[in-house]
Structures are given as structure tokens and as C-alpha cells.
């Protein structure tokens, strides 16, 4: 998965076969593709293409040409939102805003890792992320704080009004990477 | 500074380091800080999966936390620099953007609610380490702390700086400041210092391996100088760092010990708290503080 993922040599594409979504949320996010001058300084910011496959300018470049197997490329999923790019940008391109947003049209037509589904599941159970256990529980009761915290946890009907309306994700696209 | 704060707790703080909570509350305490409870609050929600997934039901989730924070009449305190990211970047946008303001209330009124963005949002390093500030601080601690430490920032503390606004992210000294001015602490450089602990984005939660190696890299450079402890100032870091370094010493033969300590912790040493939770923890559970008079 990281650090030795090989890729298919890059493909000549014809720059009329734009897939437009793409541009216009760029633009959207504060990424004019046009203004991207390929320095590279986000990959030379990038601690996560240090230890992967993930290229931030190519990326960048991909997505600036509206060349949608940037969607489909798991290499999206690999920025850990650290913004070192963003603050460094030459040109100020919001660029890990760009990289949220080509991963919210790849969640859209159902490019998601299955781990990232659960994390959704859990959500639309427990109203949180990560949620509470016995272990922890008892270790609250230890520490003076109430067992369960005052949260969406003791609500179950907010949890379930939120579930019905926040975060409802696509099925899964037929390319889709089994990532279990 | 406020004198009382919508306090957020999040997911990772209450549901896996409580003892940041109790700590937290604690420092608030003696600072004659009001708390105010969040009821019904969910998850921020986490900047780095589920603004992935959909930013705009990202907003609305996030504008719910701060339609709370806002019946209470009271700014939001964050202790995590994920819930920090969320709730300062939606609250920023709603604030500066009316359109979005609209859209978003459009859709909070079916979950009955309905967001203003008229307060702010704090995470407790500001709080602690401007608002007080290193010498005010010492009007409130009963001992320093003997140790020599390292720290580690985080990324949405002070990223993107052009929306943070609080300290330079390429130098900054805001931690450096409170630790060693306000509390005593020794601090040592090191090599990976302000490079992300790995976690964020939803790397942790999907892309594992990688997630590993760049926390590899960074407790390779802790290591190399004689630290006795990492200050962090995020329970998503502090998980990745605790628990990490265990799935490190098991998957690749690592023997990386190092205890992690969150701000919260520590100010309540300093003030006076001898069970800061460390024993909870996986890493180094039986580390110990040790004071210093002041
Ligand atoms: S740093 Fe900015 S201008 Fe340079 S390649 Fe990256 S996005 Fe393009
Ligand atoms: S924000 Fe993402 S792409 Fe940019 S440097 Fe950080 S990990 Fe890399």
C-alpha cells in the first residue's frame, strides 16, 4: 500500500477531455489550475510522499488538466491534512483544500475505503468518531468525570436525526479497491 | 481573556484519554474559568475524514457544535487540534460568509437548530499560552516541573496560518514560551519537530502502514536526543504517539518508550495535581513528574 505501490506509466491524454467537475471545484476551493506553475515545492513539503507513493504536484497536475483517474487514485487519501503545502504554496493555492475537494468528488461517485465507511457507521451509531467502552468508562467513574459524557451519546434520537441527513455515502464504485 | 468557556470535549478526549478531561477541568478551576457544558454535542466532526467524504455536510454537523456552544452564551473551548481545525474553520467561513450562513441554517432547522457565528473558538494552547501567558501563569502553579521534554505543535493549531492567525508555523515559540517561561520545563530541538505526527486526514483511520512510518520518523528523531517526555496539545496526536509507538515496538522490533503528555496534564501538575492519569496510558505508564519549588 505505501512506500512500494507501483504505477502505470502516465497515459498521453488529450487536454479537450476535461472532466469539468473537476475544474470547478478546484476553482471552488481556491485552486485556479491555471495558476499552478508545477515548482513542486508542496511534494518537497509533503512528510507523507516522503514515505509513499503520493506526489502532491502530480496531483496537482492531474487534477489542474481535469484528468479524472486522479479520483480513483487512492494516492488522494494519503495527505494527512498537515497544510505544510498550503502555507508554502509560491502562488498561495489552497492546495490541501483542492486535495479535500477532489476527494469529495471521489466520495461522491463511491470511491471510499471500506475503513473509512466504518468510520461513517460508527458516526451514525454514537453521534462520535470514536466511541466510548467499558474499559474507559470505568476509568471516567475513577477520575470524577460522569461514566458517559454529556454528548450525543445520551441522545440517541439527535444520533438518529443526524444519521438520517448527514453523511450518507454512495455505494461503492465497481473500480473500488477492497481495502479490508 | 473570557471567564467562561463552552468546553468541547470531542471523541478521542472523553472516550479514550479521559484523564486529559479531568486534567483540563481541573486547570480551568483554579484559573476561575467557568465551564459550560456542551449538551448534545457530537463529534466536531473530524476534519480530515468527514470533510473528505462531504464538506458542506461537514459544515452543517460542525454548525450544530456551534448552534450549542451559542445557547450557552459562551465562546467554544477546544483541548484538540482536530476539533480546533473543524470548529475554528466553520465558524470562520459562517462568519465571513452570509450566503453559506443561510444555507447551512436552511438545513440545521431540520435538526433544530440555528447557528449565528457571533462567538469564537479557542483551542486551551491559546488560551493558556497567550491569553495567560507564560508570566501570569505563575501567579496560579504551586511547583514547576523538573523536566527535560520535547514538543510537538501539531498541524491545526497553527495551519493554515493564513486562517489561524496565532503564531508562525515555520518558528513558532508560543509553546516554547509557556513551557520553559511559565513552567519550568527544559525543552530540546529536535530533528522532525514540527513535522506531523501522521495521523490526520484519515491516514490513520484507512492507510495505517503509511500513518506508521511517518511516526517512525518522527520518534526515530525524539529519540536521538535525551528527552524524558513529548508535550503535545492534541489527543488525536497523543493517541497516535501513545498507542503508535506501541504498534511500532511490536510490528518492527522498535523499543520507543517515551512518555506523552498533553498541556492539560502538565498545568495541572504544575498546579498542584499529583495523578495526572499517566498510568492509563500505554506508553510508559509509570512515569512519574517530579517538581520543583518555584
Ligand atoms: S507549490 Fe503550488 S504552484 Fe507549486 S506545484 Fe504545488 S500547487 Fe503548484
Ligand atoms: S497537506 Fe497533504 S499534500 Fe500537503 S504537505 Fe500535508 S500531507 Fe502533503
Redesign the pocket.
Do not use: P, Q, R
Given at each position: 500500500m505505501s512506500g512500494t505501490r507501483y504505477k502505470a506509466p502516465p497515459s498521453v491524454r488529450t487536454p479537450l477531455e476535461k472532466d469539468p467537475e473537476i475544474e470547478e471545484a478546484l476553482i471552488k476551493a481556491g485552486f485556479d489550475p491555471n495558476l499552478c506553475m508545477q515548482c513542486g515545492t508542496?511534494?518537497a513539503?509533503?512528510?507523507?510522499?516522503r514515505w509513499t507513493a503520493?506526489r502532491?504536484r502530480e496531483?496537482m497536475r492531474k487534477a489542474a488538466f481535469g484528468d479524472e483517474s486522479v479520483l480513483s487514485d487512492p494516492d488522494i487519501w494519503?495527505?494527512?491534512?498537515?497544510?505544510?503545502?498550503?502555507d508554502r504554496c509560491p502562488r498561495d493555492l489552497k492546495?490541501?483544500d483542492a486535495?479535500i475537494v477532489l476527494r469529495n468528488i471521489a466520495s461522491e461517485r463511491g470511491f471510499i475505503a471500506d475503513k473509512h465507511r466504518k468510520t461513517v457507521d460508527i458516526l451514525h451509531k454514537t453521534g462520535h468518531a470514536v466511541p466510548i467502552n467499558d474499559k474507559i468508562k470505568a476509568i471516567r467513574k475513577e477520575l470524577g468525570l460522569p461514566e458517559i459524557p454529556p454528548t450525543a451519546f445520551a441522545y440517541p434520537e439527535e444520533v438518529r436525526k443526524m444519521a438520517q441527513m448527514l453523511f450518507i455515502l454512495p455505494p461503492k464504485h465497481e473500480d473500488e479497491e477492497d481495502t479490508q | 481573556m473570557s471567564t467562561e468557556y463552552s468546553f468541547f470535549l470531542g471523541c478521542i478526549m472523553p472516550n479514550r484519554y479521559p484523564a486529559i478531561e479531568s486534567t483540563t477541568r481541573f486547570v480551568l478551576d483554579k484559573l476561575g474559568i467557568e465551564v459550560k457544558e456542551m449538551e448534545k454535542a457530537g463529534c466536531c466532526p473530524a476534519p480530515g475524514v468527514f470533510r473528505s467524504f462531504n464538506k458542506p455536510d461537514w459544515m452543517v454537523a460542525a454548525a450544530r457544535n456551534i448552534a450549542i456552544a451559542e445557547s450557552n452564551g459562551a465562546d467554544i473551548l477546544t483541548v484538540c487540534n482536530g476539533c480546533f481545525g473543524t470548529l475554528f474553520e466553520v465558524n470562520h467561513a459562517l462568519k465571513h460568509d452570509d450566503e453559506l450562513k443561510k444555507k447551512v441554517n436552511a438545513r440545521l432547522k431540520d435538526l433544530g437548530y440555528h447557528v449565528e457565528a457571533s462567538g469564537e473558538v479557542k483551542h486551551i494552547a491559546q488560551v493558556l499560552g497567550f491569553d495567560i501567558g507564560p508570566t501570569e501563569i505563575r501567579d496560579y502553579i504551586k511547583r514547576e516541573v523538573a523536566l527535560t521534554g520535547v514538543i510537538h505543535y501539531g498541524?491545526h493549531f497553527l495551519r493554515p496560518f493564513t486562517l489561524k492567525q496565532i503564531d508562525d508555523p515555520e518558528d513558532p515559540t508560543i509553546l516554547e514560551d509557556y513551557f520553559i517561561d511559565g513552567l519550568g520545563i527544559e525543552l530540546l530541538d529536535y530533528r522532525r519537530k514540527h513535522a506531523?505526527c501522521g495521523a490526520g486526514?484519515g491516514v490513520r483511520a484507512a492507510h495505517i502502514e503509511a500513518s506508521m512510518d511517518m511516526l517512525y520518523e518522527k520518534m526515530a528523531a525524539v529519540k536521538q536526543v535525551p528527552a524524558q517526555a513529548l508535550l503535545d496539545i492534541c489527543p488525536f496526536c497523543h493517541l497516535q504517539f501513545d498507542g503508535g509507538q506501541q504498534t511500532l515496538n511490536k510490528q518492527r522490533g522498535t523499543d520507543f518508550d517515551i512518555p506523552i503528555i498533553h498541556i492539560s496534564q502538565i498545568t495541572a501538575f504544575a498546579m498542584g495535581m499529583d495523578d495526572i492519569g499517566m498510568k492509563y496510558q500505554a506508553t510508559a505508564p509509570d512515569f512519574k513528574l517530579e517538581g520543583r519549588p518555584l
Open positions: 508542496c511534494t513539503s509533503c512528510l507523507s510522499g503520493m502532491t496531483i494519503l495527505c494527512t491534512t498537515c497544510y505544510a503545502c498550503y492546495v490541501t486535495i | 498541524c506531523c486526514g
